[in-house]
């Protein structure tokens, strides 16, 4: 009795977790799939009648926006990481007793909305904000120069809106580094930039692999920075599902792009963590 309850005890305490992804991540993506094989129209209904073409329609009539949210995404995972890096390398080396405090500061802009913080970009980078009105009443740039309804406005407020999804993984890699392992390339006569290069940031790529996923996957999917910085040339393929799935009605098209894009972002994961290397990256996090 004791061994069969020694061999179900781990079942057991996976048992809540694996009820909760059956629920709230199995059974909407499978309702998803049967969805974008589905025709009809929400007066009739919708049957799964495996209609594949919702997927080549979807393609063909949206590839523009995919491949905009893929480019966006990307754009502010590079630009994130550039910004974060330097953040989080101050926090983890110089921050000292303070570092709880440096991290709430970061974390800060998150006790508001998301759609507050972006409008709060889109007062910022208007024609007569705090940063173009000064400029324009300097000479320093030209009247009809602008930044909203342009691909820059729409890529600031991604980084901005995501930044501390980066900061905070690189943050926890570079904690773990440890101090003597530095202080050894420093004993031999490696300099400030070889010891960055040859052992801080190579043990910091599990915060960098863990940044880049949970920055570019949100970022990419996102629609709110795009509608309310963007304009009609900057829309991402977030504001063509929600348009399908809340407006028109047409929930197999809606799924059937929820579901390519998914696939997409799998595949560039995947290919990411292949480029990387996984397997290094795991085991550098596990020393």
Partial sequence: M?????KLAPYFLILPGGLWLAIFFIIPTVT????????????DGYQLTWHFQNYTDALSTYWPQFLRSLEYG???TILGIALSYPIAYWIAFKGGKRKSTYLFLVLLPFFVSFVLRTISWQFFLSDNGLLLSPLKSMGLVSQD???LQTTVAVVLGLTYNYLPFIVLPLYVALE??????VEASSDLYAGRIATFTKVIFPLSLPGVFAGVIMNFVPAASDYVNAEI????NNTMIGSIIQDQALHVRDYPTATALSTVLMGGLLVGIFLYARALGTEDVLEAAAR
């Fill in 2 to 6: 004791q061994r069969l309850r020694a």
């Fill in 32 to 43: 998803m799939l049967s969805f974008s094989l589905m025709t009809g129209n929400e007066a």
């Fill in 74 to 76: 990307a754009a502010a």
């Fill in 145 to 147: 120069f602008h930044i």
């Fill in 176 to 181: 773990r580094v440890d101090p003597r392992v």
């Fill in 229 to 232: 910085l963007g304009g009609p």
